[in-house]
């Protein structure tokens, strides 16, 4: 687990690219980076830039930038509040496939959740954390899209812990444009002094999600252990 604190979102891009090398080639073990982002918009790799609804001038204007990036799923937000956690893991060292991934990755967002006090789970065909998911109106509570590249993953998941909700008003979330979107704060309906400053709550949030992560992941393969340097 690395926590790295608020950092702009190209700097972490790149680390992970330098991580993903690095892990390709068995010079490290697999990595969990986690953080809380500047304000940003970030476009999967086929995501329609329709699905923005602000303006350009309405972006520049809060001074975030559009990003397309790798990964899969649609447009998504970043920012003050929200954690964000990138897995460097190489998956055939560790006998997963991707969809069982995913579903490791919304198992622990969900025990992250339950930690503060909120129910979510995942949702068919909808990959990320709902609250209510099975209901007519669902709560998309945290965000999923990963990429992988020479078997080793990489992007990851998105938790809305104390985020600025109207932020997402700029966008359809995940190209769903019924969807509702809902945090940690808002669901307990902290006011005040119950809320903690939003890099306190996602450095919070980050070590029971690192907790519940490591409890998850399968243990490497015993002929495939990185050897120490």
């Known amino acids: 687990m690395r926590w790295l604190g608020r950092l702009d979102y190209r700097k972490a891009w790149d680390l992970q690219h ?5 892990r390709a080639a068995g010079d ?18 086929q995501s329609d830039p329709a699905h923005i609804l602000a303006t350009p001038d309405d972006l520049a204007s809060r001074r975030i930038d559009v990003i397309r990036v ?6 998504t937000y970043h920012g003050p509040g929200q954690l964000v956690a990138y897995p460097i893991v190489r998956l055939a060292d560790r006998g997963l496939l991707i969809r069982p991934f995913v579903r490791l990755l919304e198992d622990a967002m969900a025990q992250t959740a339950a930690a503060f006090g909120v129910l979510a789970g995942g949702r068919d065909g909808l990959p990320g954390l709902w609250c209510a998911a099975e209901s007519d109106h669902p709560r998309k509570l945290g965000a999923l899209g990963l990429r992988v590249e020479r078997g080793v993953s990489y992007h990851g ?8 909700m109207s932020n997402f008003d700029l966008i359809d979330p995940c190209g769903v444009p019924e969807a509702e979107t809902t945090s ?3 669901e307990l309906d902290w ?23 490591a ?5 490497p393969t015993a002929a495939r252990v990185l050897a120490p340097a």
Do not use: C, K
């Not at 330098?18 to 690095?22: H, I, K, S, Y």
């Not at 998941?157 to 600025?164: E, G, S």
């Not at 409890?215 to 243990?219: D, K, S």
């Open 191 to 213: 006011t005040g002094t119950d809320a903690l400053p939003s890099t306190a709550s996602v450095e919070q949030a980050a070590t029971y999600f690192a907790e519940a992560f």
């Open 215 to 219: 409890a998850r992941l399968p243990a």
């Open 157 to 164: 998941i998105a938790l809305n812990v104390t985020t600025n």
């Open 184 to 186: 940690i704060a808002r």
């Open 28 to 45: 490290i073990p697999d990595q969990l980076l986690l953080v809380e982002h500047e304000p940003v918009l970030t476009l999967g790799r």
């Open 70 to 75: 790798e990964r899969g799923g649609e447009v």
């Open 18 to 22: 330098e991580l993903v090398a690095q």
